[in-house]
């Protein structure tokens, strides 16, 4: 029996750094808390209908994540890509004629976007296609925010508040613009590359395949990690929740951050978190007519909006409900994100129905779940990627796999995962 490498979190991160590992022969052992693995990528099924954690998508473009999928046997669903724009009573699309030509007409008549701002969205879709995904990270972009940025190229308040706050709202649960332009870099370059998609079986089938890939026995899930064991100044284990004992050859933290910088505080090391969170809430109702149909993100441009974007999943994964029931997911981000139930699910009524020009009692909600995220991302403002931890801990026999090494995102989680593998096999 050789002494494992024990992973701490089957997220992205910590299931990538398995496959490597295991795939250039180490014996891995995968610790999560959690009763089933994917971390911030899983999926219920409840009642026939598919409940995701949380709404989320995959950018097919993201290409490491890609490398460790395999996208035909996720029988994945596309969303169109252009977003329904819904302000005073009125509906506008904006679409990626580009990538799909039906878009065209819609978009060019769309009154929500003005002319000079529809060109400077299509110089900007250009720009960020061209750039290699590092370069997206250079300092000139990752030191300005999205909203400097975007005044920087000429676009008016009118398109920054009205497109790129709940667009970007919907994307990084956040709708103040205060991320670093090149995450708006990043994923714009990925829109442009590739489509938008969820897995036929809900998001979490991306990380229930990637848990397929690792041998049997590998995944420990309901087992929490408490505290790291130091040895002679080396870090040679963990001790559960329960009080016993794991012995490890190297120990991998693939946790959220704020829960990295727990563990690692008990072998005595500091591994600050990233300042700021982005949570969110998805309320999911049944319907009998959808107010916001179609398989385009819908926007709430509205101002004071609790629920910022949603979407008739159905329309888009019609698996996601069993019966031909109608399944919608609306999403309420920053603050509004913390408002009680009761509160958002009376904001989401009343916001989607308004959004459809439909009554409430026309579309007949029907609350099905409600998701609580406080820790989806992680902030990342201008200058948080000087501050990025490196994967050595600065003690011997403990690393990170995680998001916090590249960005905030499926992508980033899987680079984290295979950077922390790549430097532990290095090194050992
Ligand atoms: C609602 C929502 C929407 C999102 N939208 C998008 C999107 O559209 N596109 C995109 O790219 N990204 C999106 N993200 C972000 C993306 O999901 C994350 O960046 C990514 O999943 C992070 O993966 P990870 O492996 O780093 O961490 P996690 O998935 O958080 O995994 C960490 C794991 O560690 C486990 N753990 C923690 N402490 C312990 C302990 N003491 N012992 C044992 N186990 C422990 C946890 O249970 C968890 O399973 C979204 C996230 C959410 C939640």
Redesign the pocket.
């Known amino acids: 029996m050789t002494t494992p490498i024990v992973i701490?979190?089957?997220?992205?991160?910590?299931l990538v750094c398995a496959i490597d590992l295991q795939k250039a022969g180490q014996s891995v052992q995968l610790?999560?808390?959690?009763p089933d693995v994917?971390?911030?990528?899983r999926t219920t099924v409840q009642d026939g209908l598919v409940i995701d954690h949380?709404?989320?998508?995959l950018?097919t473009a993201y290409p490491t994540l890609r490398s460790y999928l395999d996208l035909d046997a996720l029988a994945l669903r596309r969303f169109l890509p252009a977003a329904r724009i819904a302000q005073g009573g009125q509906v506008s699309l904006i679409g990626d004629a580009l990538r799909d030509p039906g878009l065209l007409v819609d978009t060019v008549l769309s009154r929500a976007v003005n002319v000079g701002d529809k060109l400077r969205l299509l110089a900007l879709r250009r720009f960020a296609q061209q750039l290699a995904i590092d370069d997206c990270f250079a300092p000139r972009f990752a030191g300005v925010s999205t909203r400097a940025f975007l005044e920087s190229r000429g676009f008016g308040s009118a398109v920054i508040d009205g497109f790129f706050a709940p667009f970007y709202g919907g994307?990084l649960?956040d709708r103040t613009l205060a991320t670093s332009a090149s995450i708006l870099l990043f994923t714009f370059k990925m829109l442009a590359d590739g489509d938008t998609v969820i897995p036929a079986g809900g998001i979490g089938a991306i990380t229930r395949q990637m848990a397929a890939r690792l041998t049997p026995g590998t995944v420990r899930t309901r087992?929490?990690?408490s505290s790291l064991v130091v040895t002679n100044g080396r870090v040679t284990g963990v001790t559960l929740d329960d009080g016993s004992g794991l012995d490890a050859a190297q120990v991998v933290l693939?946790?959220?951050a704020p829960?990295a910088e727990r563990?690692a505080a008990t072998a005595g090391v500091s591994l600050p978190a990233p300042a700021g969170a982005r949570g969110?809430t998805?309320l999911y109702y049944t319907v009998r007519t959808s107010p916001i149909p179609g398989k385009a993100l819908w926007l709430n441009a509205e101002p004071n909006a609790v629920i910022s974007h949603a979407v008739t999943l159905t329309d888009v994964a019609p698996e996601y409900a069993t019966g031909g029931r109608v399944l919608l997911a609306a999403t309420a981000v920053g603050a509004a994100a913390d408002r009680d139930d009761a509160a958002l699910d009376a904001a989401a009524r009343t916001e989607l129905a308004r959004m459809g020009g439909l009554s409430a009692e026309a579309v007949g909600f029907e609350r099905v779940a409600l998701w609580r995220?406080p820790y989806?991302?992680f902030a990342q403002p201008p200058g948080w990627r000087e501050q990025r931890p490196s994967i050595a801990c600065g003690i011997p026999g403990l690393w990170r796999a995680?998001?916090v090494l590249h960005s905030?995102?499926?992508?980033?989680?899987a680079r984290?995962g295979a950077m922390a593998a790549q430097a532990l096999l290095h090194a050992t």
């Open positions: 701490i979190g089957a997220g992205v991160a910590g610790l999560d808390a959690a994917g971390g911030r990528v949380g709404f989320q998508v950018f994307i649960l087992t929490a990690v693939a946790t959220e829960a563990l969110c998805t995220v989806a991302q995680s998001e905030s995102s499926l992508e980033g989680a984290g």
